[in-house]
């Protein structure tokens, strides 16, 4: 037994044809396989990058467009509007345009927003601006805050896009609210902190504090919710932010007997 092992450990006659026929069939399969993944890789690097390049040069475009002037008093437009989907953007009627040395009248282009039919150093790009007026068909007609107006716009155009913003005001929230946008109001957290740090300065648990604060806040998100859709119907916002008044008031009573006892009345308690 040992002598036919060591025989066949120490055998010279190499592989047979028919071993050799299936180890050219394995690896011509691993070939091909290898041949069908490297073009694959190729597209993706290649379409990572070309996508990876337009979102640079989309930025940047809109970062220019950011710093461009932009007052209205004195009419100092160097944005402009499109007169249409396919031209680029112009300085609109009664307006000029003054940046830096450049200045262009009412109804020229806006050479930094002009068509790149060929981007430099990136073959193969393209790249138009396009500036839409709101008051035009825009979706946000009538509204002045360059922030609202960006909201509005892309949630327009966007609809499923996940946004989260900041409120300046109570009205800026009402608006965010009738868009379905979530909003974090800068003055309302602020007042809030102020009201706990009361509190637990007047003597009151920490655990009641805040759930008192909770209370509140939970309320006027549904007071914001509720008051939302009659924002423009003043009669209607006021008697809702009366009721709220009241009912915030019954609110907050129903917390008056958690308030700390003073010193005198815990004593005279105590004698009682």
Known sequence: MRMKLHHSLTDQR???????????????????????VVPIASYGVQEGYQISSAT???EQKLEQAKNLPWVGSPANDCLGVSASATTAPTVPAGATCTNGGTNVAAGGAVPWLADEGAVANFPGHARNVRITNCSTGGGCAGVTDAAMRLVKRVRQRYPALQLIVRAHSRT???EYAVLGVP???EVFASALDAAQQLLLSLGYEKSNVERIVQRFREYDEHQ??????HRKDIEKLIQLTEQGRRDIAQLLASEATLAPQSAGKSEARAQA
């Open 224 to 229: 914001i919710a509720e008051s939302a859709p």
């Open 56 to 58: 640079f040069l989309a």
């Open 183 to 185: 909003a974090v109001r």
């Open 172 to 174: 800026d929230a009402y």
């Open 14 to 36: 190499g592989f047979t044809i028919a071993e050799v026929l299936i180890a050219a069939v394995i690896m011509t399969l691993s070939f091909v396989a290898l041949a069908t």
